[in-house]
């Protein structure tokens, strides 16, 4: 039931309102002065006030003004018997909802409350969403207890009430995403869009259209004008996922953008300006990207305003519990209902600690919805976990060469055996890939190809290099 407060000096008035929005299914409360109704919104949320604008001590415009400050999703209706436009134009620049003019009309009364009250509902279910996105997006959400995990939230903290350009560094699925929404979330900007778009997921074609709209006619099928993406988030974040995927033609246009915060549309010859704080990301070393000249390098200085690397899992396997555990609470929360499973068993938990996650916390979400979504006893299991998961935990070297003790061993070729051995698994497990197999043992691309070649291994890897 929607509730009202009524705010008159005129018993009659409070009384008749009173009995007609009840036989209209409102909860009404009724005040006989302005100070009367400021103690009273202060105590519960109403849907809608209707206050009367002269009252002796303290007038209708005092309570627009209190409820302005503390209660601001509240629509204000003003009443009057003083039909000024001068009292009106006050009333409704100070935030008036709308007036009405004494003596009213009851139909009219009830068109305008039922309007009001809608406006309030909406504006709740915002307030709320936004807090729930600012909730989701705390920096508490990215889970992470090792030092240099926490050494980014740190730093993140920092950054997110400036104004500065940042630039996300980190591979794919380490929660570049994450970090940008909780940047935007916890700044000055939380309140207006965040609006975001994967430079390498849409074609060239479109995507300068896309970012800075364009102007009707200025290419085969602009029928009309559109505004782009940068101009429609003004104001707020805007982030550049894959930054390094954008098209030379399109990065001569973002530098423009951070330079002069301005933009032109497609076909377009005036500059239009915009506010926005660009966060970028990318999972590529732009240094080098630079210098293969398929970067520019003024953008890249641009962007790197204030740079946050965010960690692979494989660097930081304390972490894997924890953040295990978060996705077992989310996922068991959707999926199970009433019959909801206990916890991750230490077997499978060794498993999951003991992979190397080229895919980052990503492919552990998705690795543990899957357990948990299978899993049919009271603990996730390994049985419930991945193939190559659990070929990758039993391919871990269980024994050694055997040391004869009646004569020396030749311990390097022995390990330079191992070694081979372990290459090989990687190359079968990655498909001779080099890249995948260097990331399952946490080496570099350079070290992986050294080591194929010492041990010969050519014939064993694929054409990714």
């Not at 009252?55 to 503390?70: F, H, I, K, Q, W």
């Not at 948990?372 to 991945?386: G, K």
């Amino acid at each position: 039931m929607s509730s009202i407060l009524v705010v008159d000096n005129e018993k009659n008035i409070c009384d008749f309102l009173s009995i007609l929005l009840e036989d209209e299914g409102y909860s009404v409360k009724t005040a006989r002065n302005g100070i009367e109704a400021v103690k009273l919104l202060r105590l519960e949320d109403f849907d809608a006030i209707l206050t009367d604008i002269q009252m002796p001590r303290s007038n209708g415009l005092d309570v627009l003004n209190a409820v302005t400050r503390e209660r601001p999703n509240t629509p204000v209706i003003m009443m009057t018997a003083f039909a000024s436009a001068e009292t009106a134009v006050q009333a409704m620049k100070t935030g008036a909802f709308d007036y009405v003019t004494k003596p009213f009309k009851n139909e009219d009364i009830k068109l305008i409350l039922k309007n009001a009250v809608e406006k309030k509902r909406l504006a709740d279910e915002n307030t709320q969403l936004k807090l729930a996105l600012k909730d989701k997006y705390e920096f508490s959400n990215i889970i992470g207890k090792s030092a240099v995990m926490q050494k980014v939230f740190q730093y993140i903290s920092k950054v997110a009430t400036s104004n500065a350009t940042v630039l996300i560094l980190g591979e794919s699925g380490t929660g570049k995403e994450l970090v940008a929404k909780a940047l935007h979330y916890n700044s000055p900007r939380r309140d207006f869009s965040f609006i975001s778009i994967n430079c390498g997921a849409v074609p060239e074609a479109l995507l300068e259209s896309e970012l800075f709209g364009h102007e009707k006619g200025a290419f085969t099928g602009a029928d009309s004008t559109k505004i782009g993406l940068m101009e429609t988030s003004s104001g707020g974040t805007f982030f550049l996922d894959e930054v390094a995927e954008a098209p030379l033609s399109v990065q001569v246009k973002l530098l423009r953008v951070l330079q002069e915060m301005e933009i032109v549309r497609v076909g377009g010859t005036h500059p239009i300006k915009v506010d926005l704080r660009i966060v970028a990301a990318t999972n590529r070393n732009l240094e080098s990207s630079v210098k293969d000249k398929t970067f520019r390098e003024d953008l890249y200085y641009r962007l790197k305003v204030v740079p946050i690397e965010l960690p692979a899992l494989r660097t930081r396997p304390e972490d894997i519990p924890f953040l295990a555990d978060h996705f077992f609470q989310k996922f068991n929360a959707q999926h199970k209902g009433g019959a909801k499973i206990e916890g991750i068993d230490s077997e499978a938990m060794k498993i999951l600690e003991q992979y190397s996650w080229p895919g980052n916390v990503r492919e552990l979400e998705n690795v543990v919805e899957r357990a948990v979504v299978l899993e049919t006893s009271d603990l996730i299991t390994p049985a419930s976990l991945p193939d190559d998961i659990k070929d990758t935990h039993s391919s871990t070297i269980t024994s050694l060469p055997q040391i004869e003790t009646d004569g020396p061993i030749d311990l390097e070729n022995t390990m330079d055996e191992i070694e081979k051995s372990i290459l090989l698994k990687a190359l079968s497990k990655s498909d001779g890939m080099i890249n995948k197999a260097a990331k399952m043992l946490n080496l570099s691309f350079r070290s992986m190809r050294y080591r194929v070649k010492k041990h010969q291994l050519k014939g064993k890897v694929q054409i990714d290099e």
